[in-house]
């Protein structure tokens, strides 16, 4: 059945004007806010929204008419020289030019191409052949950006306890999350009930983490396998090294054993470049530095105690803090320890003596950072106690740059992986430092107060876009810097080159400088100990003598006293002429006084002139 209704209206009531009239508002339905809700949520904190201002239009393609080119060569003989001619021999040549210049052929050919070259002339004036329209590397002009950076994302420790963020690594590929270990690094201060989870965020969902990881211990550093991107390494703090597969789980798929691994908390972990993508190693601040394959991770393929005597003994090794390996020198892995020491050490070396090559020393506390420069490996960055100092590896004595003392402690830093003269470092005071090298060395270029809390890991992303920061209470900061940071300028290579070389001469020859003052001052020394020697000879010679001439003076008065007994033994005496006798004894012994003084001087005379002589 068919229903229809037709609607009338009448012709004048179309396009009638609407009339509103006013009316009370009316509650149609009213939904409290439920608490318990916003428990599940974490306020997005800073938020960044892009807003489109321009009008979309639509995409428009031309076609212009295609160029063929071809690819030809030009075989071109010295000169086009005859062949009795040596173009090497000077009077040769010029004997031919001039021979050559009174051709009437010659003058007229000239005549001829000249108009052709006037024309051509003409043309490059009006129009500059040598221009480039398409040079896209120059197009781009960054220079003239003012240095900043601001926050994109900030990923809070889910944890009611909160713990420091120790380490970052970003994922290899594509760079869209970011692991983090977590973990309380004061000595026996572990607060109850600490959990030991590290995660793994995204970088777009800063709520929740995308996967825990669950280990034994705390970790304190934690790798991404640049080969197997699935791959976990972390350095727990009883001293283990774990391992991970985010496709099995949260649960630790590969764990060292107790008795063979660190004795005190592993503070670096690195993948080495080898085939199979399974080799690393890892340092303690035990005194050990332990290679590991993790196929096999129960116990280290092999140990190398950091003693600087070379005497291999674990008593007598420093401790490390931070490592550093260059996949270009695949030999040669550096190590910064507690003592503010960095130790070059050569993994092939023969012994294990051997295996420390040499040392640079220069903070007066733990080395925080070491990092290789990446476009100059032979210069290297440390951070520790209040300054960052770039060393070269021709000048072991000193560094060849370093910044000023600054008020807070510095705990960590890292070259840029895309411009050779930019570095980062962070404070305790919560402050991020952004150092540029070619714009001006006594400052950095850009100095961010990131939060309020003490910074204690840095890693910068592969593209140099993207920095993380994690603090004290395990809030790890997502910055993005400017272009002009970001972006190698132009002869910017040349220029770092010519900066690492300059500071390395200028070391080396401060260096010969104190060599040779030093070896003046020990001149200077040993010149003083010479003549104080002699003057102890002198010393000694006339005590010598002076006792010389006692013992002699002692023997002559010995001989006169015994003279004059024998001579008083041989008088006789008698009891009338007693007193007469007394006299003329009295009167023997005066003359022989005067005897013996007589001599005496004429000995101690003799004596001083041999002495003399």
């Not at 303690?284 to 991770?297: A, E, H, L």
């Not at 260059?326 to 003592?339: H, R, Y």
């Not at 770039?390 to 830093?413: F, K, N, P, Q, V």
């Not at 004059?564 to 009338?576: C, F, H, Q, W, Y």
Request: hydrophobic share 35%; glycine share 6%.
């Amino acid at each position: 059945m068919e229903i229809v209704y037709v609607y009338l209206k009448k012709r004048s009531e179309f396009g009638k004007q609407c009339n509103f009239s006013d009316r009370q508002a009316e509650l149609n339905i009213d939904i409290a806010p439920n608490p318990e809700l916003s428990a599940l949520y974490v306020e997005r904190n800073p938020v960044d929204t892009g807003v489109q201002c321009s009008a979309s239009m639509s995409e428009h393609e031309a076609n212009t008419e295609r160029f063929e080119m071809e690819s030809c060569g030009v075989n071109h003989v010295e000169g086009g020289w005859p062949k009795d001619v040596n173009p090497q021999e000077l009077e040769q040549t010029i004997r031919f030019r001039k021979k050559v210049e009174k051709d009437e052929n010659y003058i007229n050919t000239v005549m001829q191409l000249g108009s052709i070259m006037e024309h051509c002339i003409k043309q490059n004036n009006a129009i500059d052949i040598y221009q480039e329209y398409f040079d896209d590397e120059e197009a781009v002009e960054v220079t003239e950006e003012a240095p900043s950076a601001k926050t994109i994302n900030v990923f809070r420790d889910p944890q009611e306890i909160k713990r420091t963020a120790t380490h970052l690594s970003w994922h290899p590929d594509g760079n869209r999350k970011l692991a983090v270990a977590y973990s309380c690094l004061n000595f026996q201060r572990a607060p109850m009930g600490m959990s030991h989870d590290s995660y793994v965020w995204d970088l777009e969902n800063p709520n929740r983490p995308e996967i825990a990881l669950k280990p034994s211990s705390p970790l304190i550093t934690l790798e991404y396998n640049p080969k197997d991107s699935h791959v976990l390494l972390g350095g727990c703090y009883n001293g283990q090294i774990a391992c991970w597969d985010t496709r099995k789980g949260s649960l630790v798929a590969e764990l060292s054993t107790i008795e063979f691994s660190h004795r005190d908390p592993v503070y670096g972990t690195i993948w080495l470049q080898s085939k199979t993508g399974t080799e690393c190693f890892s340092a303690s601040t035990d005194g050990q530095v332990m290679w590991w394959d993790i196929r096999k991770i129960s116990e280290p393929t092999e140990v190398v105690v950091m003693d600087i005597s070379r005497k291999e003994q674990l008593e007598n090794a420093l401790g490390a803090i931070s490592l550093e390996f260059e996949s270009t020198l695949p030999t040669k892995f550096m190590v910064g320890t507690e003592q503010g020491i960095v130790i070059s050490c050569n993994r092939k070396a023969k012994t294990p003596a051997e295996k420390i090559l040499c040392t640079f020393s220069g903070h007066h506390g733990p080395i925080y950072a070491l990092q290789r420069n990446p476009f100059y490996p032979k210069n290297f960055l440390t951070v520790g106690d209040w300054t960052a100092r770039i060393w070269s590896e021709d000048s072991r004595e000193s560094s060849i740059m370093w910044t000023r003392y600054h008020m807070a402690y510095l705990s960590d830093g890292a070259w840029s992986p895309v411009r050779p003269a930019v570095f980062f470092t962070t404070k305790m005071d919560g402050t991020l430092d952004i150092w540029d090298l070619v714009f001006k060395q006594c400052d950095p270029a850009l100095s961010l107060k990131v939060c309020d809390e003490a910074l204690f890991c840095l890693r910068v992303q592969d593209t140099g876009c993207l920095i993380a920061c994690g603090s004290q209470l395990g809030t790890t900061t997502l910055l993005e810097v400017s272009g002009s940071l970001s972006t190698l300028q132009r002869n910017e290579k040349n220029i770092a080159s010519s900066i690492f070389e300059r500071e390395t001469r200028r070391e080396k020859l401060l260096e010969a400088r104190h060599r040779e003052m030093r070896l003046k001052e020990k001149g200077k020394a040993e010149g003083k100990d010479d003549d104080q020697k002699e003057d102890e000879l002198a010393v000694d010679l006339d005590e010598l003598v002076t006792k010389a001439e006692e013992e002699f003076f002692d023997i002559i008065f010995a001989e006169l006293r015994k003279k004059e007994a024998e001579a008083l033994k041989k008088k006789p005496r008698s009891n009338v002429n007693l007193d007469y006798g007394e006299e003329l004894m009295e009167q023997n012994i005066g003359e022989e006084e005067e005897v013996g003084d007589e001599t005496y001087d004429d000995v101690s005379a003799e004596r001083e002139e041999g002495v003399s002589n």
